[in-house]
């Protein structure tokens, strides 16, 4: 009797705390919102986010919010002896935070640990290149985004990046919107959206403007997206939200359709910017 007393309450306590983990969650996250923000950190920001004053007064109170829970949530790892500064967290934050002001409530799940790397890295990777005949190859990265866990970034990059805003490539954005396809556990260009009716239109006309820039890069025709963009639906999302906000106004007008998509979806207005 009393075992099952016993197995009764802490059944009954795994339950209350699964629904009550979310409450307690939003709460903790509402008052770090709360907390003033550091006069020194608007200024990074200001000077390393180029769209920072550019954003409505409205929209900067919500980013800043965004910012604090991120840094409150996520840990930052310095690699090659690099020394992590508040700099170069509030700039990935900033940048990372942007992709958040659609308010979907959820800051990256999977994501736990930002690796930063002093400039470009390399990882040796295991590759087969025929039957039985593997290949071990050293390839130099600039960032990259893991299922679980993990995002690795270079400094150097996120420098160049910072002071080459409209040239369509931005490596935090980029990894960021990896990270965004990969929460449903799938990398296939397929974000979780509001609605299940939106599915089908994300579907219909993400497939229709992979294809046309994979068209474009074959026929060598000129083209705004990155043509990284036409290795598989992964990266095209990556490098198309890389677009949507480095070149808001010449996505509208080469590819209205898909700005439209990118704009429902991230609920940020960027034509003003440029
Ligand atoms: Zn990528």
């Not at 958040?100 to 930002?114: A, M, Q, T």
């Not at 990266?235 to 209205?256: G, I, M, N, R, Y």
Request: charged share 25%; with cysteine.
């Amino acid at each position: 009797m009393l075992k099952s007393i016993i197995i009764f309450i802490i059944i009954g306590l795994v339950i209350g705390l699964i629904f009550l983990s979310p409450i307690l969650r939003n709460k903790r996250r509402y008052r770090i919102k709360q907390r003033p923000f550091p006069p020194l950190w608007n200024a990074i920001i200001e000077n390393n986010l180029p769209i920072y004053l550019r954003l409505s007064p409205e929209e900067r109170r919500r980013l800043q919010g965004h910012i604090q829970v991120f840094l409150a949530e996520k840990q930052f790892i310095g690699c090659r002896g690099l020394q992590v500064t508040e700099e170069m967290k509030l700039t990935i934050a900033a940048v990372a935070c942007l992709l958040l002001l659609n308010e979907r409530g959820e800051y990256f799940p999977k994501l736990r640990s930002i690796l930063i790397y002093p400039s470009t890295y390399f990882v040796t990777q295991t590759v087969a290149v025929d039957n039985y005949i593997v290949e071990e190859r050293r390839d130099a990265r600039l960032g990259e985004s893991w299922t679980q866990d993990q995002v690795i970034l270079s400094w150097e990059q996120i420098q160049y990046d910072i002071h080459n805003w409209q040239d369509g490539h931005n490596v935090v954005l980029h990894e960021f919107a990896h990270q965004l396809d990969q929460e449903d556990g799938k990398a296939d260009g397929v974000p979780i959206l509001p609605k299940k009716s939106d599915y089908p239109i994300w579907s219909k006309v993400m497939t229709a403007e992979y294809q046309q820039l994979c068209n474009d890069v074959q026929e060598e025709r000129e083209i705004i997206i990155n043509t990284y963009g036409a290795t598989n639906p992964a990266e095209f999302f990556a490098v198309a939200t890389e677009t949507f906000f480095e070149k808001p106004q010449q996505l509208l007008e080469k590819h209205s359709v898909l700005y439209k998509l990118l704009q429902s979806y991230y609920q940020i207005y960027l034509k003003k910017i440029h």
